[in-house]
């Protein structure tokens, strides 16, 4: 069983920062992509920002510029930095990883979300 636990949320004013983090722990052989959504009340998830396991990232067009994804493969975590935060920002920020396992001779991957974290931005 894997798990993602995210940390990092909190009340932040706008043009203020915050970072987020989530580690994987658990059966990993592998983990493949990692990435952070966002859902805000009423609204679906959306992706906030992706990266490869070789590290090559994309973003939403609303974020670029302003947050950044990061990962340590040696503690199976992602990171989220985010600056310049508007109030639009506010949402629910989930972890997510697609993580390989193997067990005997069955290879294989499965998609994983964290239970996510609030961030609030307002004054």
């Known amino acids: 069983q894997v798990q993602l636990v995210e940390s990092g949320g909190g009340l932040v004013q706008p043009g203020g920062s915050l970072r987020l983090s989530c580690a994987a722990s658990?059966?990993?052989?592998?983990?493949?992509?990692m990435g952070w959504y966002r859902q805000a009340p009423g609204k679906e998830r959306e992706l906030v920002a992706r990266?490869?396991?070789?590290?090559?990232?994309n973003y939403a067009d609303s974020v670029k510029g302003r947050f950044t994804i990061s990962r340590d493969n040696a503690k199976n975590a992602v990171y989220l930095q985010m600056n310049s935060l508007k109030p639009e920002d506010t949402a629910v920020y989930y972890c997510?990883?697609?993580?390989?396992?193997?067990?005997?001779?069955?290879?294989?991957?499965?998609?994983?979300w964290g239970k996510g974290t609030l961030v609030t931005v307002s004054s």
């Open positions: 997510n990883a697609d993580i390989a396992y193997l067990t005997g001779g069955d290879y294989g991957a499965l998609d994983y």
């Open positions: 658990g059966s990993i052989f592998r983990i493949n992509d």
């Open positions: 990266i490869t396991s070789g590290g090559t990232t």
